[in-house]
């Protein structure tokens, strides 16, 4: 069966939709329980990061030998446990750990960039990123001091860094293998998750924030590991 018909290219058996079910109960129990005021933070904590552990089990389920021989993969498994960690630091109503979390998701994006690999180069589609990014910074640091700016250039640059290298076998190329194709959707979703959080940080409140910036951030991280995944278990 395939994802075509939903807007993803990449294609699922039965055996990965039972896989992914529990990601998106997560998701669901994780939009019920942000809406109650009065839960606690451990279990918004929780409930936030469930959803990537899901995809964790969903990697894991393919089994030792899946993993082991397939580094791009663990760079995956990486990356989803250091944004886990930024998930849950995010939470913390204080402006040093919040910036703790901002870098394990600056980390999450080195291994995200590690597993989407360097070849082909493509400076092209690095120039429509880089574009993107340099627009979008542009617009944040009209509402940002400088120090915010400082820190919004290292974060930009590596996120930056990561949708090119998802983006490289896709943008401008006649071929476009479907689990590229997938990965380089979640890259740019990811993008515009981290553009609405800093927009309703730093410049003014966005309606729907946390529908929109959790709903992209999700998808982003499935798609990544969907065109991960998929794209290493046709390797021998």
């Not at 030792?64 to 989803?80: C, E, T």
């Not at 999450?108 to 990123?129: D, Q």
């Not at 974060?155 to 930056?160: E, K, V």
């Amino acid at each position: 069966m395939s994802l075509c018909k939903v807007g993803l290219p990449v294609a699922l058996d039965n055996n990965d939709f039972g896989r992914l079910l529990p990601f998106f109960v997560a998701v669901c129990i994780h939009t019920i329980v942000s809406s109650i005021t009065s839960a606690s933070l451990w279990v918004k904590g929780l409930s936030k990061i469930l959803p990537l552990i899901c995809l964790c089990v969903f990697i894991l389920n393919h089994g030792k030998d899946f993993i082991s021989q397939r580094r791009r993969v663990q760079r995956l498994l990486l990356a989803l446990l250091f944004s886990a960690a930024g998930d849950v630091l995010l939470l913390m109503n204080n402006t040093k750990i919040f910036i703790v979390g901002a870098a394990m998701f600056a980390l999450a994006h080195c291994f995200y960039t590690w597993a989407f690999g360097f070849k082909p180069l493509n400076m092209k589609a690095g120039g429509v990123i880089g574009v993107a990014v340099m627009l979008g910074l542009t617009f944040l640091s009209t509402c940002s001091t400088i120090y915010q700016v400082l820190l919004l250039c290292c974060y930009c640059s590596l996120i930056g860094l990561m949708s090119w290298r998802a983006n490289a076998p896709v943008l401008f190329c006649s071929h476009r293998p479907p689990p590229r194709v997938t990965g380089a959707m979640g890259a740019w979703l990811f993008m515009v998750s981290d553009f609405v959080l800093a927009t309703n940080l730093l410049c003014f409140t966005v309606p729907f924030q946390n529908l929109i910036v959790m709903g992209t951030y999700y998808m982003a991280q499935l798609f990544i590991t969907l065109g991960i995944v998929k794209e290493n278990e046709k390797v021998d």
